[in-house]
């Protein structure tokens, strides 16, 4: 029987890692900032539930992203305790970056003409990136 490859945990930690800085990046810029909330669509989820509270009261995305799973991550902590959160957080962190990075660069929407059309792009690469992640 041959010999068996050598495996290598810091290259698949990295990997995990780019495959998380990708998907969060893919979610941000194409799912929300550019598709979905220059036509005041609304996502699922916690970032579903910042774009309604930027829509009502003007918050950034990216803080109240933040600050909600910032509370899920405690509870999580207590009560699942610390193996699982450190890829999460890192996942939360630069979700957070990146919306809040794009917001603030507030570049023009990719399709203003068409709003199915972008919501339907932007809901395609925003699943791609969350399954990425």
């Known amino acids: 029987m041959g010999k068996l490859p050598e495996f290598s945990l810091k290259r698949f930690y990295v990997k995990d890692y780019l495959t998380i800085f990708l998907g969060t990046f893919m979610y941000a810029l194409g799912g929300v ?3 979905i909330m220059p036509h005041k669509f609304v ?3 916690l970032t579903g539930v910042g774009v309604l509270i930027n ?8 803080i109240m992203v933040l ?3 910032a509370v899920l991550l405690l509870i999580a902590f207590r009560v699942l305790g610390s193996e699982f959160l ?3 957080i890192v996942g ?5 970056f ?3 990075m794009f917001e603030s660069l507030q570049w023009q929407p990719i399709m ?3 709003p199915l059309m972008a919501g339907l792009i932007g809901s395609i690469v925003a699943g791609a990136g969350g399954w990425a992640w």
Do not use: C, D, R
């Open 33 to 35: 900032t550019q598709f």
């Open 43 to 45: 996502m699922g989820g």
């Open 55 to 62: 829509y009502a009261f003007g918050v950034p995305v990216s």
């Open 67 to 69: 600050v909600m799973n």
């Open 86 to 88: 450190v890829k999460t």
């Open 92 to 96: 939360v962190a630069s979700l957070t």
């Open 98 to 100: 990146f919306i809040g």
């Open 112 to 114: 203003t003409s068409e």
